[in-house]
């Protein structure tokens, strides 16, 4: 697409360039040389003068006059963009304010779960290990032992374990149920954190699911698994891989659409920001009940968080 404004500048740059230029021409080599020359000769110079400034002003007004038709041409295309633009900033404005963002893991935080944001509760109590449980919310027993500057870390590592292994058991219950049902059996089902896409089935016959789907309505979940367990009868997108996951999940579009709205929100990085300080605080624990273990190492892949 041609760049309007671009062009416009452009333009104008020529245009004085070319004014300039003839004006440095004439006062530099031409007026000098007249001195020097008989009237009569002076006369005619001064005619052919006049008639070549004549034809640059005629041709710097066809410049201006071209750059204020791409400056209008620029305006124009910024008008027709207008809407797109206006909603982009719409859409932008939404997502940040539907962003999954949990500044402190405490008492009264909400921590999304399966479409819904459920409030937290952050308890001290004597036993040696951190307790996590589920009853229409999250309830968090920290040992006292636990630092006061830890504890978010503490919380966030323990909500991000709990999560992961809740999604595994639904994706695992998912699948049996749809293999006992129409004999889709995937060779393995894995569960991961992908940079694109919610699920992939390999040629193998591997089924790979995002365990950030945990953050989704459960139905949503259970369309990204059957939809990729129907690939195993049908490869590619087209029009029998629609109908057969229709025959099988018969409501699938209202997940996929809640998908292709909300996909955006489906964020598991509010759990990383302490990633760091608790893997530190457990290291700490570590060396001082088991001894000094600093020179294990530990690789993980470069595409995936398990």
């Not at 006059?65 to 910024?78: D, I, T």
């Not at 944001?117 to 004597?126: A, Y």
Request: include cysteine.
């Amino acid at each position: 697409m041609i760049d309007g404004l671009a062009v416009a500048r452009a333009v104008h740059v020529a245009a004085i360039v070319h004014w300039i230029g003839g004006l440095l021409f004439v006062t530099l080599v031409i007026l000098p040389s007249l001195l020097e020359t008989e009237a009569p000769r002076r006369l005619a110079v001064f005619d052919a003068l006049e008639r070549r400034f004549a034809t640059q002003a005629r041709l710097s007004t066809l410049l201006v006059g071209l750059s204020g038709f791409y400056m209008l041409y620029a305006y124009e295309h910024l008008n027709r963009k207008r809407k797109w633009l206006f909603n982009t900033v719409r859409e932008l404005s939404e997502f940040s304010a539907n962003a999954l963002v949990v500044p402190r893991f405490m008492t009264g935080s909400k921590i999304p779960y399966r479409g819904r944001r459920l409030s937290l509760t952050v308890r001290r109590h004597d036993g040696p290990h951190v307790e996590i449980t589920f009853r229409n919310g999250f309830i968090v027993d920290l040992p006292s032992w636990v630092a006061l500057e830890s504890a978010d870390a503490i919380v966030a590592q323990e909500i991000k374990q709990w999560l992961k292994q809740r999604v595994r058991r639904d994706v695992r219950e998912i699948a049996e149920l749809y293999i006992d049902r129409f004999g889709l059996k995937p060779r393995s089902i894995h569960v991961a954190e992908f940079i694109t896409g919610w699920g992939s089935c390999g040629p193998k016959g591997t089924v790979n699911i995002d365990w950030r789907l945990v953050f989704a309505p459960k139905k949503v979940l259970e369309y990204v698994v059957v939809h990729e367990l129907a690939h195993l009868r049908h490869r590619s997108h087209g029009k029998r891989f629609w109908n057969y996951l229709e025959q099988i999940m018969p409501a699938y579009c209202q997940s996929r659409a809640w998908l292709d709205a909300h996909q955006a929100t489906l964020e598991g990085a509010f759990l990383y920001r302490f990633s760091e300080a608790a893997t530190a605080h457990q290291t700490a624990i570590k060396a001082s009940s088991f001894g000094d273990r600093s020179g294990d190492h530990h690789v993980r892949g470069p595409k995936t968080r398990n």
